[in-house]
């Protein structure tokens, strides 16, 4: 179980409120996660997994209900992503200062991942593997 700590921003893109967090995580390690409409889980989480190393996780769920339940336009689409990507790009880059300082951080926003979650949410194509 995580428990907030410190809110480092709050913001709205689209129709989904998104709230930064430092937590503090089970074993009294510290980490960042992402929140949206108030869920109690985090659709991102940034937490330290090996020696001086931090890595994130997406909560597919929440990614996918987002995707599922957008009514905007592929143009509109466009603009929240990249909106999105700048805010999580400044998130990540708060934390690698100020919380994760001896780590080495993997960046969502310079991973692989970004492009096959930039794709689904602009399509809107979420197949029925996923």
């Known amino acids: 179980m995580l428990h907030k700590l410190i809110c480092l921003e709050n913001l709205q893109i689209g129709t989904v409120h998104f709230s930064a967090f430092v937590v503090n995580l089970d074993g009294g ?11 109690n889980d985090p659709i991102f989480i940034f937490r330290k997994e090996k020696k001086n190393e931090v890595s994130f996780h997406v ?28 805010f999580l790009r400044l998130m990540e880059e708060k934390v690698s200062n100020y919380v994760f300082k001896r780590e080495k951080l993997i960046r969502f926003t310079n991973s692989r991942d970004i492009v096959r979650y930039k794709y689904l949410y602009l399509t809107g194509e979420i197949s029925s593997e996923e």
């Open 59 to 86: 909560n597919e769920d929440q990614f996918f209900w987002i995707v599922k339940n957008s009514q905007f336009t592929p143009g509109e689409r466009q603009s929240f992503f990249a909106e999105f990507v700048e």
């Open 29 to 39: 390690n510290t980490g960042f996660a992402l929140f949206i409409n108030q869920e």
